[in-house]
C-alpha cells in the first residue's frame, strides 16, 4: 500500500468541532465498514475499506459520509483535515 505523511494512503484524518460527537461518529463510520481510531479527543483516523483508484476518490466518498452524519445531527460538524 502506498504511503503518504507517514500513513497508508487509504488513512485520512478527521477534525470534529466537539469532543464530545466523536463516539458517535465513529460508530456510524463503523456501521459502514470503515475502520476508524481515535488520534487525539477531537481527531478520528478513518481508512475506508474497498477498491479506490486513488486518494481522492477515498476522501470523495468520505466527504459524503460525512455530510450524511451532519444531516441527521445538525449541531455537528467534522471536516477531512489530509
Known sequence: ???EAG???????LRLDNPAFVPD???????RGAIV????EDEL???L???YGSRD???MDLYLLLRAWEAGRS???AEIVD
Request: aromatic letters at 4%; glycine letters at 6%; a positive charge.
Open 25 to 31: 461518529l465513529l460508530q456510524f463510520l463503523e456501521r
Open 57 to 59: 476518490a477515498i476522501r
Open 45 to 47: 483516523e478513518v481508512d
Open 49 to 51: 475499506i474497498g477498491s
Open 1 to 3: 500500500m502506498l504511503r
Open 37 to 40: 481510531s481515535v488520534r487525539a
Open 7 to 13: 500513513r497508508p494512503c487509504g488513512q485520512i484524518l
Open 75 to 77: 449541531d455537528r460538524q
